[in-house]
Every structure is written in C-alpha cells, then in structure tokens.
C-alpha cells in the first residue's frame, strides 16, 4: 500500500520520501524518490527524518497474524511508535500527519451499517492497537498542533509496485497468486461471508485527496474508507476466475467446501464522511484484478 501510494503522489507532481527500516537506495519502482532509514526508538533520527517534509503518510504496522501472535510487540509498534513518529512530525513542523489504520477497529466479522459513529468494539490485537494509534492521531488534530487524518479501510486489494511486497496474503491478491501457480482458486470456506472491498488506486487517490482538501473540511479528521459494493468471497473469487479466463482464455476450477448455515448479516460500510469533503471512487476492481493478475504472470509464472 505505502508503494501505490508514494507512486500516486510522485504522478500528482509530488516529491516523495519513502521512510522503510531498511537501509537502501531509491528503488527501481520509483527511483525519483529520497530514502529515509526510519529508527523507531529514536526521537532525533526520527525528528531529522521529517524535518523539511510538508506531510507525513504513515502506512506502517503489523499484520492481524503477527499481533495476534505478540499482542505486547502489537501495542508498542501499532500505538506507541505511530505516537513517536507524530511526536517527532510535530517537533519537525509537519502540517498534515495521515494515519492508515483498518476497518476491523469496529468488529469482525463486519455487520450492519458502520458509520465513524459506531463505537468500536473489536478486542483482537491488530484492532486495539491500531486504535491506540488512532487515538494518539485524532487527540493531536483536536488539540491544533497538526493535522491529523486517520483513515479506516476496509479491504484493500491490487498490484504491488514489486512482487515482493508483503502482500500475498491479502485475499484477491492470494487468489490472483493462485491462478498463476496452482492454476485454481482454492478457499478454505465456503466463502458467503461479506467483504466489503477497495482498490489500491482508489486507496491512493483518497490519500492524495484529503491532503489537498481545505483544513476546514477535515472536521475531526476520522473517515472511513471503502468501496462501492460490498460482495461475498466468493462471488469476488468468481471475478477473478472470470477475469482470467478473459486474459487467457482458460477456465479455473474454484475448490470450497459446501456452503452450510444460515447467510451472513447484511454490511453496509459507509463512506459518506469522506465523500461529502468531494471525493469519489473510480471502483476500477476488474482492472485492478487484472494488472495483478498481470503482475502474477510475469513474477511467479513457469
């Protein structure tokens, strides 16, 4: 996501700098950009990472698995470094701080009609850490030292800018990684829960859009993130078969267990919030699927 993000705003005529943990050079996916080295536990080095920056993206964190896993190590990098990080944007004069944080704060499974009014409720880990950073976010917004956007998405899917971006586990990138390797789609369920799904360039674009907008229609600056439709998995894993069989014209059988139990609650995740500040979605799913699809082929193909 960080990658898609930083490409969208290097196009919109933006100077990037990309903070990683990693100590390289500019990669080949976007060799215009500068490179910060990112030291969690250091509030100078991190000061001096977002000295001279007008905003600051932070897409960092640790997956449902690993913070579920070491709740504590959860905690301390999803609340407490994400509040470093802002400490030091403020010190460093940032104006705008964006905090990408997830849908799951409110439940999961996700039912009903969510609104940023409802109250989150979701214990796991990866939830309660992400609200802590949120927290830490929305309380410097409100007291006026920066501007702080939290942004919750729902379930974001597409083309990583390489093939080794930690993105495999995500469900339509899983099943697309599927269609080239096992030439099949296999789901451990039978897929009749309801997700609801967004595409990275609309993830991207909505990134771009709340840092151009005027200050004073952030509000509280808390938006939720989502897309048009909300779709089961496994009409969504159909999409994908269906979109391969346009780019290849051969079928993928799609293994699941049988369905069984009563159908799942109806979800509507709104994003009205956001979109009465003047965004909209392009909702270009089947293209999204088929660039990564694409992207499949060419990484992990035979």
Same mark, same amino acid.
């Given at each position: ?23 390289? *050079? ?35 964190g640790m997956n449902a ?7 504590? +190590? ?7 470094? &994400? ?10 004069? !940032? ?9 799951? !704060? ?21 939830? @309660? ?29 597409? @083309?990583?800018?390489?093939? #080794?971006? #930690?993105?495999? @586990? ?9 269609a080239v390797v096992t ?18 360039? #609309? ?33 969504? &894993?159909?999409?994908?078969? +269906?979109?391969?069989?346009?780019? &290849?014209?051969?079928?993928?059988p799609i293994i699941r267990?049988?369905? *069984? ?15 009465? @500040? ?5 909702? $270009?799913?089947? $293209? ?9 082929? +060419?990484?992990?193909? &035979?």
């Amino acid at each position: 996501m960080g990658g898609r993000v930083a490409r969208h705003l290097h196009q919109a005529g933006h100077s990037v700098v990309l903070g990683t943990r990693q100590t390289y *050079s500019s990669p080949e996916w976007l060799p215009q950009a500068k490179v910060a080295h990112i030291r969690w536990h250091d509030a100078e080095a991190l000061e001096d990472s977002c000295r001279g920056v007008d905003a600051v993206i932070h897409a960092a964190g640790m997956n449902a698995r690993d913070c579920a896993a070491d709740p504590v +190590a959860a905690l301390a990098f999803n609340g407490l470094a &994400t509040a470093r990080l802002l400490a030091a944007a403020m010190r460093a004069g !940032v104006q705008r701080f964006t905090y990408l944080s997830t849908a799951h !704060v409110y439940a999961s499974p996700l039912v009903g009609t969510i609104t940023e009014n409802t109250c989150p409720r979701n214990l796991h880990p990866y939830a @309660t850490s992400h609200l802590a950073g949120e927290y830490a976010v929305l309380a410097a917004g409100q007291s006026g030292q920066i501007k702080g956007v939290v942004l919750r998405l729902s379930n974001a899917f597409g @083309t990583p800018v390489w093939k #080794d971006a #930690d993105c495999w @586990t995500l469900l339509i990138n899983d099943l697309c990684r599927q269609a080239v390797v096992t030439g099949r789609l296999q789901l451990h369920t039978a897929g009749m829960q309801l997700r609801d799904f967004i595409t990275l360039e #609309d993830v991207a674009r909505a990134v771009l859009h709340l840092l151009q907008v005027e200050p004073s229609r952030l509000g509280d600056g808390l938006f939720n993130l989502g897309g048009d439709a909300v779709v089961s998995v496994f009409s969504m &894993t159909e999409q994908v078969a +269906a979109r391969w069989k346009v780019l &290849t014209g051969k079928d993928l059988p799609i293994i699941r267990p049988e369905p *069984s139990g009563p159908l799942p609650e109806p979800l509507d995740y709104s994003s009205d919030k956001l979109k009465a @500040t003047g965004f909209s979605l392009t909702s $270009q799913v089947h $293209q999204e699927i088929d660039t990564t699809l694409g992207l499949c082929r +060419a990484a992990f193909g &035979t």
